[in-house]
């Protein structure tokens, strides 16, 4: 009994599992980097002030904010701050998941033309139906539901191109991505242009952003986030049996094209939901996987979870970039971009071997 | 249905497979005495590895397959993983993987599909790797491995799912002589100690009449011949399904030795 408990330790500190440590590390990651984006922001209402009104509030104290100052800080900057953490952790979440089921370090909802088939599908539901308001129908309103068809047309369309060019790897993968993605977001332009009333929402919105947000989009994406997080989490041991590729993980009595299905639905269902509230956002779903790789080992038992919660620290971080920067507002997937391409040319560099 | 008292541990009869109209092989027959080494040799392209694929339910196949006694297309593909264990010529080793993470994969017939790895799971794990000489290898990543350390860890990966039966495609692709006779030498003591039935597809002649107790030489995707290797291995026989003109000579403990000859005439 003690012996195998003394072996078990031994062979346990090999293992690549998601230790206290690093959970807690990212978990307080997050808390901190809401609290700056609660703190932050312009005008009178500093951050010593919001930090009294939060003490306020946790221990039924005095405030020192007025009733609209108050207002900002748990109507606006909070709904905000909880929007782009869950925005982040779904498309790190569905990045990681991606990498997994296509075994390519740079696959990513966005480079397979997820983000632009859920564009396109959103925008034709703006343009042909603007009656229909982005939610009015609920968590399954027309909006999401285009959108994650869209996801889905997308990443199947970059696949199955991909695939019949036949033993092209990663970057007969990639440039089916370019392809598929350049094509539907040509239809999505087309589409826009067709309604110049809503140009500039469209417009807006394909730049990615949280500007225009409350509690109702909050509560209306966690429902998807938190089924794809969950299955993402579940399936994360799954994930890790296909990397030794389809037969091999056949050999260990497992269904690949079964687990594929369930794992790609719930990516490209979370990545919808992103989109469908914030626009299209990229490089997140590379970024942030990579440097979980890089930081914690090659398991998805680690990398799944601490990018879900990575994701969302760092699309919170970006946001706050986003909104501070300069007087006005930058478009929060600028904001991302300039933070991931330099990344993406980093790991492309770092894979070079893989993708001759 | 029950073993009816034969030792077969595995029994091909009639089974064609491949992918396509026209199978890679085609009504092949032969059997696996439990505990005993089974070699399937024959030259390029003869399906030695699709027999393996088709045993393991990797490659669409007709006829039948039966495992002690229990047809395999009456097994659940989970079963199935529980009493065949297969590695392929080129196993895909994720370079960042730990040792001991790609060889817990190995354990995945045994659990349900959302549960984590026990206890007892690792225990098994540690076994595989102190018997394989690979706990001191235990933390290190698959991309830092040489080759027969590599073979080894794929060795351990299939020895965790402790099954009756397992399925080698060229286990010893890449190694050296050294390296290659090591790694037969472990094999063939696992089966010895665990009464392991093992199938290899080898390339080399010389070793596989070594190590295996019968010889299957397949041709285009037929069986040509069955039996101990020395009945197998005649000259006459390498002539006529590799095209190679060889010696088969006889070493004092009587295992038949294949030698090259460079053919004679033009010269």
């Known amino acids: 009994m003690l012996r195998t408990r003394s072996r078990w330790r031994r062979t346990a500190s090999h293992t690549t599992r998601l230790t206290p440590l690093a959970l807690a590390v990212a978990v307080i990651t997050v808390v901190a980097v809401a609290l700056l984006g609660l703190l932050i922001g312009p005008g009178e209402l500093t951050g ?69 088939g859920a564009g396109m599908a959103a925008t034709a539901v703006v343009v042909f139906a603007p009656a229909v308001t982005a939610w009015s129908l609920g968590p399954v309103g027309p909006l999401p539901l285009a959108a994650f068809a869209g996801a889905l047309l997308g990443v199947g369309l970059s696949w199955a191109l991909g695939r019949s060019t036949g033993g092209a790897g990663t970057a007969g993968l990639l440039l089916a991505g370019v ?45 998807y986030v938190g089924l794809a997080a969950i299955v993402l989490v579940a399936a994360a041991r799954l994930l890790d049996l296909l990397t030794l590729g389809d037969a091999e993980a056949a050999s260990l009595g497992l269904r690949p094209g079964r687990i594929r299905l369930v794992v790609l639905s719930a990516a490209s269902l979370a990545t919808a939901a992103a989109v469908s509230v914030s626009g299209l956002i990229g490089f997140v779903g590379i970024v942030v996987p990579h440097l979980v790789r890089l930081l914690a080992g090659a398991s998805y038992r680690v990398i799944v979870p601490l990018s879900l919660l990575g994701g969302a620290a760092f699309v919170i971080a970006a946001d706050l970039v986003a909104r501070t920067i300069m007087p006005g507002e930058l478009p929060l997937g600028v904001v991302t971009a300039f933070a991931g391409a330099p990344f993406f040319a980093l790991v492309l560099r770092t894979n070079r071997e893989r993708l001759s | 249905m029950t073993a009816t008292g034969t030792a077969s541990a595995l029994s091909l009869h009639d089974v064609s497979a491949g992918y396509g109209a026209e199978p890679v092989v085609a009504h092949v027959s032969l059997e696996a005495r439990r505990s005993r080494w089974l070699a399937i040799v024959g030259p390029n392209g003869a399906g030695k590895s699709t027999v393996l694929k088709a045993v393991a339910n990797l490659v669409p196949s ?109 286990p010893t692709t890449g190694l050296d002589i050294g390296h290659a006779q090591t790694l037969l030498e472990r094999l063939d003591q696992l089966r010895r100690e665990d009464g392991t039935t093992v199938v290899t597809t080898l390339h080399d002649l010389t070793v596989a009449a070594q190590y295996a107790d019968e010889l299957v030489l397949l041709d285009r995707g037929g069986v040509v011949a069955t039996g101990p290797p020395s009945q197998v291995l005649t000259t006459e026989r390498l002539r006529t399904h590799y095209a190679a003109d060889v010696d088969v000579l006889t070493t004092a403990a009587g295992s038949p030795v294949v030698v090259p000859v460079r053919p004679t005439d033009g010269r």
């Open chain 1, 48 to 116: 010593d002030r919001v930090l009294a009104e939060i003490a306020a509030q946790l221990t039924g104290g005095v405030s020192p904010l007025s009733e609209a100052e108050a207002a900002v800080v748990w109507q606006l900057r909070l709904p905000r701050v909880l929007l782009a953490a869950l925005v982040g952790a779904a498309l790190a979440g569905a990045g990681a998941a991606f990498q997994g089921v296509f075994r390519n370090p740079l696959a990513d909802p966005y480079l397979l033309g997820a983000g632009a």
């Open chain 2, 62 to 170: 007709q006829g039948t397959v039966m495992l002690d006694g229990t047809d395999t297309a009456t097994l659940p593909r989970k079963e199935l993983a529980r009493r065949v264990g297969y590695a392929p010529q080129n196993p895909a080793l994720p370079e960042r993987l730990t040792v001991t993470d790609y060889v817990l994969l190995g354990r995945a017939p045994h659990l349900g599909a959302l549960a984590r790895e026990s206890a007892a799971d690792v225990s098994i794990v540690e076994d595989a790797l102190a018997r394989l000489d690979l706990h001191e290898l235990a933390g290190r990543r698959l991309g830092t491995l040489s080759g027969g350390e590599a073979q080894r860890a794929v060795l351990a990966r299939v020895l965790v799912q402790r099954t009756p039966l397992l399925l080698l495609d060229e």
């Open chain 1, 179 to 223: 392809a598929v993605t350049a094509f539907l977001t040509a239809i999505q332009t087309f589409v826009q242009q067709l309604n110049t009333q809503t140009l500039k929402q469209v417009y807006t919105w394909t730049l990615g952003g949280l500007n225009i947000t409350g509690w109702t989009d909050v509560g209306l994406v966690v429902p």
